[in-house]
């Protein structure tokens, strides 16, 4: 599955559905559902700037959104237009694509795992729960959560 490293705040503000595009300097023709990795290093400027105030998850898969459309950004007043979707600087590059997303969701168990540039392909092992016949895709997660007390 497609995986994407966001800096904290961003990977939460992400997985939380309140940042719904996400600002790049390069494009993609990738559409569909993809995992929010959040990188060890957290951007704290913009924290402050956010007044964002908590302990972050890092190094770990975080959760998932749909990547549906790419908008182009050609000026900074289209940029700036859209600022309480995407929550990036006012200083931001006029020349960005903005990932346009929806069906985030936050896993409450992250998955640690490290990252990458761009997208990059996780392959998730599969699990056997409880050595019985029961399987779970490590990636439902969901799934995974009702069984953590079964085991």
């Not at 790049?24 to 924290?47: M, Q, V, Y």
């Not at 896993?107 to 729960?129: E, H, N, S, T, Y």
């Amino acid at each position: 599955m497609n995986c994407l490293s966001v800096s904290q705040p961003f990977a939460d503000l992400i997985v939380s559905g309140k940042k719904i595009i996400e600002l790049r300097k390069w494009n993609t023709n990738f559409r569909g559902e993809f995992l929010i990795h959040a990188p060890i290093k957290i951007k704290s400027e913009d924290c402050r700037r956010l007044k964002i105030d908590k302990k972050f998850v890092t190094g770990a898969i975080v959760g998932k959104a749909e990547l549906y459309d790419v908008k182009r950004y050609n000026s900074l007043k289209e940029l700036n237009a859209d600022q309480k979707f995407h929550f990036a600087s006012k200083n931001y590059s006029n020349n960005a694509f903005g990932f346009m997303l929806k069906k985030s969701k936050s896993f409450r168990i992250p998955i640690p795992w490290k990252g990458q540039l761009g997208f990059f392909d996780v392959d998730l092992p599969k699990r056997a729960i409880n050595n019985k016949e029961i399987v779970s895709d490590i990636i439902d997660e969901e799934y995974r959560y009702q069984w953590i007390g079964h085991h």
